[in-house]
């Protein structure tokens, strides 16, 4: 059987080993100059392979759809790509939060390990390869003359032809109607010429459009929309927070570049002192607001929640963090007047250094209201609490998600209903598949994405 894959991302690769090693012929059209572009700037360059949590927990971690990943996840799970890849000599590890890296910390290995699997598989790769359309049996037929007027292309449709009587048979697919569309060959750009192969099955895996300078720019959407399929609403997630253009972005400009670690965050619909979404663990501060790995999970939950938009634009959404979780407000009482009582001919200004960064102290005396050269015997117990509740609650004001461009994944994509979540062949058109990012479809950060991509792909090949 002969098998188009456009896209050579993790969802593409995995996507031509499954199918070539079940004796298929697999070519995968890639329009970038290689394979696995997007791979190689995953966690920072480290690529957060997977995670080791157990798969049954995986759909816990993918608040977009996570139920439909159920069948992929038990064809090619978290232990199938560890298994593969340290096959090919790539040793992992786990680090914090169950994340799996390389033990080399570089994603390159993990590139060039799925690489040299399909080389040894003898799949081939067509690179530079810009991907027009999918073209159904009736394009292609009304195109048999000149360059299509050939023995092959004949003996290619005749044999899709067969297929479609084999699938007509089958019990499952007794309600294929005569008008069934069929997936017949995919049209691309090559070495700047126009050229179309024929294929018994497509599988779509262009990915988003997060990081379109890794070749996710949209354009799986287009071509599958023109076969009628739905997309669903296009979304950054794991994205990075702007905050509001008032007191909140300036304190996110005064604290640019610094990392908190070991801090609790809170999502809050002020209108409902509702909370969106908690988290612990490592934050970022930014000139446009917030970014690490707990506000880029907590996106996916904001872009989620009910009338988000509006509710960042009149300030309602606001993060709450706590810089000192470990501590009670009670403790944290304590330990500041013990280390007053220690510096207490000290001004101020000077008497933070124990208790915060360096570069956070200017921001929290200012918030605090306190005079900075005030000596800290003097400093009221009203005073003192004023910095115990904002140490305990720092409140930075979000008015929207940053562009689509800055985002991880992306949210949104071929609606799930027009997928057979068992074999990911569409509902729509015989012979078309769909894998990775550009199905609606998507997790929190620690290497959730990365297994749909394999997952998705694994099966998508299979079938």
Do not use: W
Request: net charge positive; proline share 3%; glycine share 8%.
């Amino acid at each position: 059987m002969k098998v188009i894959i456009i896209g050579g991302g993790p969802a593409g690769m995995l996507a031509a080993i499954s199918s070539a090693k079940i004796g298929n012929e697999v070519t995968i059209l890639e329009k970038m100059n290689m394979l696995g572009k997007k791979l190689l700037i995953t966690g920072k360059g480290r690529c957060n392979i997977t995670s080791s949590i157990p798969i049954d927990e995986f759909v816990k971690n993918i608040p977009g759809n996570g139920m439909f990943m159920y069948s992929s996840f038990n064809n090619f799970n978290n232990i199938d790509i560890i298994q593969m890849l340290e096959k090919e000599g790539v040793k992992t590890k786990v680090e914090r939060g169950n994340r799996v890296f390389p033990v080399s910390d570089s994603s390159k290995d993990v590139q060039q390990a799925l690489i040299k699997i399909l080389k040894k598989l003898n799949v081939k790769v067509i690179l530079n390869a810009k991907v027009e359309e999918i073209l159904t049996r009736e394009e292609i037929i009304s195109k048999i003359r000149d360059d299509f007027n050939s023995n092959e292309t004949k003996a290619d449709i005749e044999r899709i032809d067969n297929k479609m009587k084999e699938y007509k048979e089958k019990s499952y697919d007794k309600n294929i109607k005569e008008s069934t569309k069929i997936a017949y060959g995919v049209k691309f750009e090559f070495d700047g010429k126009q050229t179309t192969l024929l294929a018994d099955k497509i599988i779509l895996a262009t990915g988003g459009k997060s990081y379109p300078g890794t070749g996710s720019t949209g354009d799986g959407y287009e071509i599958a929309k023109k076969l009628g399929h739905t997309i669903t609403k296009i979304r950054p997630s794991l994205v990075p927070l702007a905050a509001s253009k008032e007191s909140s972005l300036k304190i996110c400009k005064d604290l640019q570049g610094l990392s908190l670690k070991n801090v609790s965050i809170v999502l809050k619909d002020t209108t409902k002192n509702k909370v969106i979404y908690e988290d612990f663990g490592e934050m970022l501060f930014t000139h446009f607001g917030v970014s690490g790995p707990t506000i880029l999970s907590s996106s996916a939950h904001l872009l989620r929640y009910k009338d988000v938009d509006n509710l960042m634009k009149n300030g309602n959404i606001v993060l709450e963090i706590d810089l000192k979780p470990a501590l009670t407000t009670e403790k944290l009482d304590e330990r500041i007047l013990r280390d007053f009582s220690e510096e207490k001919n000290k001004e101020f200004k000077n008497s933070l250094d124990k208790l915060l960064p360096k570069k956070m102290i200017p921001v929290i005396i200012e918030l605090s209201g306190i005079n900075p050269d005030k000596k800290v015997n003097e400093i009221t117990k009203k005073e003192r609490q004023k910095l115990v509740e904002i140490l305990k609650k720092l409140e930075i004001k979000i008015d929207g998600f940053r562009p689509i461009e800055e985002a991880i994944i992306t949210s949104g994509g071929i609606h799930i209903k027009e997928i057979n979540p068992k074999t990911m062949e569409s509902k729509l058109i015989k012979g078309l598949y769909f894998a990775g990012e550009i199905i609606d479809v998507d997790a929190y950060t620690g290497g959730f994405n990365l297994q749909i991509a394999y997952s998705t792909g694994y099966t998508a090949g299979l079938d």
